[in-house]
């Protein structure tokens, strides 16, 4: 787990923030970039004119921004600007049924990649996660997707000299019942003070979607209410995807 730093800077934080967004969901525009940052245009087109400097992000014929060298060395893009574009309306809905923080995770390896949040507006919330990296097989929507997994490739991830899991059969009984199911728990397994329940968006994309509240506010009661809300956004994710 990763906590965030006391003394946070901020321009610092936009510039990763924004090299994340170009390696993972490939161009932005000024306005875009402007937009996810919740900043002003003048303040996105510095933070992106020093990304160009260090050769983080360079300019396209059509003035968008890419990934620049520095990015494509370590690791290729991998585009998921459609898939947040197309769950965003999704999560809002979600977080304004349930008043609670929502997001979307995507599967890659063994990590699970948050690319989109919407925040809830209660003064005790779980802040937003976007840019965050977690284990998948501990982060709620990301054990779901893992469910969906062949127990063949949860074997090749995990049963390894250096695996983060010690022991692979008593999770494989876990994602057995995480796929009867049809969702996942998280209680405080990544952070402290939070829970979260995350389901898998069907379909050939390894995402998921997952609704996180503080640990003060979780009611066993109501999981089968939080579930089916979760498990019914990451179906319409799915459905809406598909129709495109």
Not at 138 to 148: E, F, H, I, K, N
Request: some cysteine.
């Amino acid at each position: 787990m990763k906590n965030e730093p006391v003394y946070r800077i901020q321009s610092v934080d936009h510039a990763l923030h924004l090299a994340t967004v170009l390696a993972q969901e490939g161009p932005l525009r000024l306005s875009e970039a402007a937009e996810r940052l919740g900043v002003a245009r003048s303040t996105a087109h510095r933070l992106l004119a020093m990304l160009v400097y260090r050769d983080f992000a360079e300019q396209d014929e059509d003035r968008r921004y890419v990934a620049g060298p520095v990015l494509r060395a370590a690791q290729a893009p991998e585009p998921q600007a459609d898939l947040r574009r197309v769950a965003l309306p999704r999560l809002r809905a979600l977080t304004e049924r349930l008043d609670e923080t929502s997001n979307l995770v995507v599967v890659v390896g063994d990590r699970a990649r948050f690319v989109a949040s919407v925040e809830c507006d209660r003064v005790l919330r779980v802040g937003e996660r976007e840019g965050r990296v977690l284990p998948a097989h501990l982060a709620s929507g990301a054990r779901a997707v893992l469910a969906t997994l062949a127990e063949a490739e949860i074997r090749a991830l995990y049963d390894t000299p250096d695996s983060p899991v010690a022991d692979v059969d008593r999770l494989l009984r876990e994602l057995r019942r995480i796929r009867r199911q049809r969702f996942a728990l998280n209680d405080q397994q990544t952070e402290a003070g939070v829970s979260a329940i995350g389901a898998a968006v069907p379909g050939d994309v390894r995402a998921g979607v997952s609704v996180a509240l503080p640990t003060a506010r979780y009611r066993r009661d109501r999981l089968p209410e939080w579930a089916a809300e979760v498990t019914a956004t990451a179906e319409r994710i799915g459905a809406d995807l598909a129709g495109r």
